[in-house]
């Protein structure tokens, strides 16, 4: 089975401009999260969805914002874009937000490494 | 504000040498423990999860601990491999329904021949 992909692997962006990220979560899986993770630092939360439901968000500016499609795959899109929005953003994918399934471990997939200049 | 505070930042080893990362936590509501493996430039996978109740869990080589009373938690690697250079995340997890894991920073294993 595949795991969970994103796309793009890298991108290069100057300040102010937008960014969309997507990723698609492994097959089954309903809950999909977003996370940034800057360098030497660990993966900050930004948002999570569920059933295309923003179930829980993460302490960012509106500048970040993001759904989920009825494939349950999901876009993060970034607007006026800063410096300090270089990172690497992941997306883990789960099965449910609830446990109810498993244990609730989230998978994450390679990431998408933001530069912005 | 939920933390986990990880030591050592750094770590070199050689190959073959067993060796134990820490975790100390902060996280409220608490229910599990996790921890996580991140390859350079790669996604984290998971390692173990333990429940509050739980005091180790093994998985191959890895062995973690949990001590819920003094809020500990530590990984021990035995006859430690190459491919064991990484990052080790310990995460906090407040359980079912919540979405808000809590990562520490990470210890940067380096295994050398």
């Known amino acids: 089975d595949a795991g969970v992909t994103q796309s793009p692997t890298h991108l290069i962006k100057t300040r102010g401009q937008q960014v969309t990220l997507r990723c698609s979560p492994i097959?089954?899986?309903?809950?999909v999260s977003w996370y940034q993770q800057v360098l030497g630092q660990g993966p900050q939360f930004i948002f999570q969805y569920y059933e295309k439901e923003e179930r829980g968000r993460g302490n960012f500016p509106d500048r970040f914002s993001a759904r989920q499609f009825p494939n349950y795959s999901s876009e993060l899109n970034v607007n006026a874009l800063l410096l300090g929005d270089s990172a690497l953003y992941l997306c883990a994918s789960s099965l449910a937000w609830d446990y109810a399934e498993d244990d609730g471990t989230q998978y994450f997939g390679p990431g998408t490494r933001l530069t912005v200049l | 504000k939920n933390q986990v505070e990880q030591s050592p930042q750094s770590l070199i080893i050689l190959e073959g040498k067993n060796c134990t990362l820490q975790c100390n936590y902060t996280v409220s509501p608490f229910s599990n423990l996790r921890w996580y493996k991140q390859d350079t430039g790669r996604g984290p996978v998971s390692l173990t999860i333990m429940t509050f109740s739980e005091n180790t869990k093994s998985n191959g080589r890895y062995t973690a601990t949990l001590d819920a009373d003094t809020k500990q938690s530590s990984l021990h690697i035995t006859a430690s491999q190459l491919s064991d250079s990484a990052s080790y995340i310990c995460v906090g997890d407040p359980g079912a329904g919540s979405y808000q894991l809590t990562f520490g920073k990470g210890t940067k294993l380096s295994v050398i021949p």
């Open positions: 097959s089954g899986h309903k809950s």
